[in-house]
């Protein structure tokens, strides 16, 4: 398996804009989770889902950010409009399952928003 | 809530120098304990699962224990290959994996 897959690898946009970012889970984990990385918060986690459903969004900062699932193989991530504190790295991770079985992380997305 | 805090934040050794890392931990009902280990630029790699205390892994020249209230990494005899950050998560009742901040390892040729 190539693992998760992301995409952009970087993404630089101004601020106002709209972000798109991609994931593609491993093949046959039912669980996928989005985090956001910054050295001042560390691995924050956003969103994850279970079974494609969205399960707990409480780390979404506010209502510029959303996230969608649509089939087993993709999932994404959306800010609209975006600020400058919105820049950091963005991962894609999936799992077996929720609980109790090990994430794998894709690259990552390095977001810098001007 | 789940927590977990790891130390110490950073961490220089010469290469050999053995040392471990800590990973202290609250959980309600643990699922399981997990290390990943993160190079610059790069997603967390995933190490180890450890579920119950008295439980050990090995890979290469780390070593991952696991007690009720926390788990050590330990790295023997060390190389500059072995730098990195390490992280530390725990899944329990919650379900939500929760990660701590990890430590900047620096191995010193």
């Known amino acids: 398996d190539a693992g998760v897959i ?25 669980s996928l989770f989005w985090y956001r990385q910054t050295m001042m918060r560390g691995l924050e986690l956003l969103i994850y889902f279970n079974n494609n459903v969205p399960i707990d969004d409480s780390g979404m900062p506010e209502d ?32 077996l399952r929720a609980t109790g079985y090990e994430q794998y992380f894709g690259p990552g997305t390095r977001l810098t928003v001007t | 809530e789940d927590q977990v805090t790891q ?8 290469e050999g120098e053995s040392s471990s890392l800590n990973c202290s931990y609250t959980v309600s009902g643990l699922r399981g304990l997990f290390w990943y280990r993160q190079d610059p630029g790069k997603g967390p790699e995933f190490l180890f699962t450890l579920y119950s205390a008295g439980e050990e892994k090995e890979k290469e020249r780390l070593k991952a224990t696991l007690t009720k209230k926390e788990s050590f990494l330990h790295i023997t005899a060390p190389k500059p290959e072995d730098s990195a950050t390490y992280l530390c998560a725990v899944s ?13 390892l620096i191995v010193h040729p």
């Open chain 1, 6 to 30: 992301q995409s952009p690898r970087h993404e630089v946009t101004e601020m106002g804009q709209e972000v798109t970012l991609r994931c593609k889970p491993i093949s046959g984990h039912n």
């Open chain 2, 92 to 104: 329990g009742g919650s379900y939500i994996p929760t990660f701590g901040r990890g430590t900047s």
């Open chain 2, 7 to 14: 130390s110490p934040e950073a961490l220089r050794l010469q």
């Open chain 1, 64 to 95: 510029r950010f959303s996230a969608k699932m649509p089939n087993a193989s993709f999932s994404t991530l959306k800010i609209q409009p975006s600020e400058p504190r919105d820049s950091a790295v963005y991962f894609c991770a999936s799992s």
